[in-house]
C-alpha cells in the first residue's frame, strides 16, 4: 500500500512558474515508477510526466516538453514536477501516481495508486 500527497498547486499569471510535490508513505518508494497527470475542466485525464525509479528514464508530453521537470528524491519519498513559462492551457487538477512499472509510464492504467490531486490555475 502506497499513499501519495500532492502539494504546490496555486493560482498564477501566464509566464510564471510553480512546483509541484507529492509526498509518499507506505511502501519503499524507490520500487516504484512515478508520472504526473492533469484533469482540466470537460476534458479528458492526460499525461504529463513520468519518471523511472532511479530517476534515469523520463518522459513528458508534448505539450509541456521543454517547460516541465520531473525529478524525484527518493531519500525523501518524494517526486517534484517544476513547471516553468506556465500557460492557461496549463490549468487543470494535477494528480501524481506510483506504479510497478519501473520507468514509469504515460498509461494511467499502469498505476495502481494516485494522489487526491491539486489544483493549478494559470491566468492571462
Known amino acids: 500500500q502506497v499513499q501519495l500527497v500532492e502539494s504546490g498547486g496555486g493560482s498564477v499569471q501566464a509566464g510564471g512558474s510553480l512546483r509541484l510535490s507529492c509526498a509518499a508513505s507506505?511502501?519503499?518508494?524507490?520500487?516504484?515508477?512515478m508520472g504526473w497527470f492533469r484533469k482540466a475542466p470537460g476534458k479528458e485525464r492526460e499525461f504529463v510526466a513520468r519518471i523511472g525509479w532511479s530517476g534515469a528514464s523520463t518522459d513528458y508530453a508534448d505539450s509541456v516538453k521543454r517547460r516541465f521537470t520531473i525529478s524525484r528524491d527518493n531519500a525523501k519519498n518524494t517526486v517534484y514536477l517544476q513547471m516553468n513559462s506556465l500557460k492557461p492551457e496549463d490549468t487543470a487538477i494535477y494528480y501524481c501516481a506510483a506504479g510497478r512499472v519501473l520507468v514509469g509510464s504515460r498509461w494511467a492504467d499502469d498505476y495502481a495508486y494516485w494522489g487526491q490531486g491539486t489544483q493549478v490555475t494559470v491566468s492571462s
Open positions: 507506505g511502501r519503499t518508494f524507490s520500487s516504484y515508477g
